[in-house]
């Protein structure tokens, strides 16, 4: 059963600079992850500490918060750097860490930090048992496994009473997350070091042990992607109470369009749940486009094992973004580059669409649609585009543009009481004006003008309650309390009245937000920390999966109760190891899953080939995994 305190739901977006993080706040975002200047488990992804601080101060306006991705493994030579760079985030107002290395627990802890650490999905936390170490070892928040089923989420709810974050939506991991190996393996490219090179959407042959070809160039460790909007209440019931989006490295346009889309979903969550569930941040967003996800970039969707069942997961075809199908080509003219569609729904095309299709030799083959007249197409080229091919969009220009060009309006309510009073010395008006934001901040000025009343006195009060509730910035103003005391009103000019809304709504933004929608907000690091002098439960053997590559993560284990901890991978590449490990089976894809009913298909060893290399594949069909093995051909 989910614990009483766990009613505050955030909707974490990716960011992968500043400005799509702003964006990603204005669509809805609770809270954005992103990286600092180094050790941010996507290379390419970085950001400088002075553009942080400016991402906080924009998020704290809405009560949104800003968590730090430091969740790469780090060597000896790092730990000093990233050190550093825990207290420049803090200092900059970030308001979580996400980790992965436990050195950064012991860091954290002798620099004094009180930011909350979070354990990141690359953790592999995927039972009760280890969920209750990382929660003891003082992580605040646990990012679960993409593998996990609705059912086993409940069971680690009960053994724990942290934070549970969870991935909804987007791109997956073939593999157990932080426990892929193949880059590091072929070319020493670590993923658990910000370098992976996406092995699993590679081209693969699959053989059985006498070398036949059994599927030719497929995408064989290739997944759809994520999509639980239609589960959000199932995982909050089970106790998630953050609603993960990946794509660090998508651009605005997936960003904003997924969020805006995810947001609206849970606005709908807690309007339906009597008060069971609230947001976790402020303000509402209105107006701007209208999301539409089958219109950003997918690879078809799953909700993977969440009902504790297998499905279809994989994109044998392709490892890329096919689009909405949108019809079948037909009256293909090669010499002229001109065709025409044949529809499968009501739609509009626009010049410089992006258009895809599978060729005949189960190739996909993208090009741009550069005129469109109706369903008749006219391009630079139509290479292998035959009759009657089904034809998608990948890129709808329309909706891009829309994108770009009509971001919504994140406003937080002010509620304005005024009351007139007379001096009754001078006989001049006051106006005195509370306001209070929906997120606690609360300011009073007093405004004195002459003692000219106003000739029409309704005309006056109908001015007063116009002007003041327009929109000023980030805030929407309602006149909640209008009291004269008696008195007329006095004559102010709406240029007047303008001002005081202006500088009200200048007074609000230089006040911190000081409330919170609920009290049970992560207790930080420091309230925590105490744990580490204290004995945790732990494996007596740490493999090479828990990735340790420094001293402080070696010892941190140790002092939990280890005897023997293994190398990381990166530092030490150990033969015959297992380079992934999964819930994902190429034989249940194939239909010949021996397990199934209706198989009678017996087959033996089965090998990936890639480039001239041969990766064993084990079946593990007592816990019904699968796992890729070390080739010999790998790097050493």
């Not at 048992?129 to 680690?156: H, N, T």
């Not at 005949?360 to 290479?383: L, N, Q, Y």
Request: proline fraction near 3%; charge should be positive.
């Amino acid at each position: 059963m989910t614990p009483e305190k766990i009613r505050e739901l955030e909707l974490l977006a990716p960011a992968r600079n500043i400005d799509i993080g702003i964006a990603a706040i204005d669509c809805g975002a609770d809270a954005v992850y992103i990286a600092g200047p180094r050790f941010g488990a996507r290379q390419a992804a970085g950001n400088e500490v002075e553009d942080i601080k400016r991402l906080c101060e924009y998020a704290h306006r809405f009560g949104s918060r800003i968590f730090i991705t430091l969740n790469t493994i780090l060597f000896d030579d790092e730990l000093e750097d990233a050190a550093l760079q825990i207290a420049k985030v803090q200092e900059a107002g970030a308001d979580a860490i996400i980790v992965q290395d436990m050195a950064v627990m012991e860091i954290a802890r002798q620099a004094g930090a009180t930011l909350p650490l979070h354990a990141s999905t690359q953790c592999a936390i995927r039972t009760p048992e280890q969920a209750k170490f990382y929660e003891d070892s003082g992580f605040s928040r646990l990012i679960l496994e993409r593998e996990l089923s609705l059912d086993q989420i409940y069971e680690i709810r009960k053994a724990v009473s942290c934070e549970l974050e969870f991935f909804v939506h987007g791109a997956l991991c073939v593999c157990y997350s932080g426990q892929c190996y193949m880059s590091e393996a072929i070319a020493g490219r670590s993923a658990n070091r910000g370098a992976c090179m996406q092995a699993c959407r590679s081209l693969y042959d699959l053989a059985d042990g006498q070398g036949n070809i059994l599927v030719r160039n497929k995408a064989l460790l290739s997944l759809k992607d994520y999509n639980l909007k239609n589960r959000l209440k199932d995982l909050a019931d089970a106790g998630i109470s953050s609603f993960k989006i990946e794509g660090r490295l998508k651009n605005a346009s997936y960003v904003k369009n997924i969020v805006r889309d995810y947001s609206s979903a849970i606005d709908r969550l807690v309007s339906a749940s009597g008060k069971k569930y609230y947001r976790a941040s402020f303000g509402s967003v209105t107006g701007g486009f209208i999301p539409d996800p089958d219109k950003t970039f997918n690879r078809g969707y799953t909700e993977l094992f969440m009902d504790g069942k297998r499905g279809q997961w994989s994109t044998f075809d392709s490892a890329k973004g096919m689009g909405e199908e949108i019809g079948r080509a037909t009256k293909i003219a090669p010499s002229k580059n001109k065709f025409s569609i044949i529809p499968v729904k009501s739609i509009k095309l626009n010049n410089g669409d992006g258009l895809s299709f599978v060729s005949r030799s189960s190739e996909v083959v993208g090009f741009r649609a550069d005129v469109c007249s109706g369903m008749e197409i006219k391009c630079k080229s139509i290479p292998e585009l035959y009759e009657g091919a089904r034809l998608f969009r990948n890129i709808d220009t329309a909706f891009e543009k829309e994108l770009e060009n009509n971001l919504p309006t994140r406003q937080l309510t002010v509620k304005l009481s005024v009351a007139i009073r007379r001096n009754t010395c001078n006989g001049n008006y006051i106006t005195d004006i509370s306001a209070t934001s929906e997120d606690g901040r609360h300011i009073k000025i007093s405004i004195t003008s002459a003692s000219q009343s106003a000739d029409n006195q309704e005309r006056m009060r109908t001015m007063f309650r116009q002007q003041l509730e327009k929109t000023s910035g980030h805030y929407r103003f309602i006149l909640s309390e209008f009291t004269s005391n008696d008195c007329k009103l006095p004559f102010m000019p709406a240029s007047a009245l303008n001002g005081i809304r202006r500088e009200i709504a200048g007074k609000i933004d230089e006040s911190k937000c000081i409330a919170k929608p609920l009290e049970n907000r992560t207790v930080s690091f420091s309230e925590k920390g105490k744990v580490l002098e204290e004995a945790r439960t732990c494996p007596l053997r740490i493999s090479y999966k828990s990735n340790v590559s420094n001293r402080l993560a070696e010892q941190s284990y140790i002092k939990a109760g280890a005897c023997h901890v293994d190398k990381a991978f990166e530092l030490e590449h150990q033969k015959n190891a297992e380079l992934m490990r999964m819930k994902y089976c190429i034989k249940y894809e194939l239909g010949i899953c021996p397990r199934s009913s209706d198989s009678s298909h017996k087959i033996g060893e089965l090998f990936l080939l890639n480039n001239g290399r041969r990766f064993p594949l084990l079946f593990d069909c007592k816990n019904c995994e699968m796992a890729v093995l070390t080739s010999p051909e790998s790097r050493k």
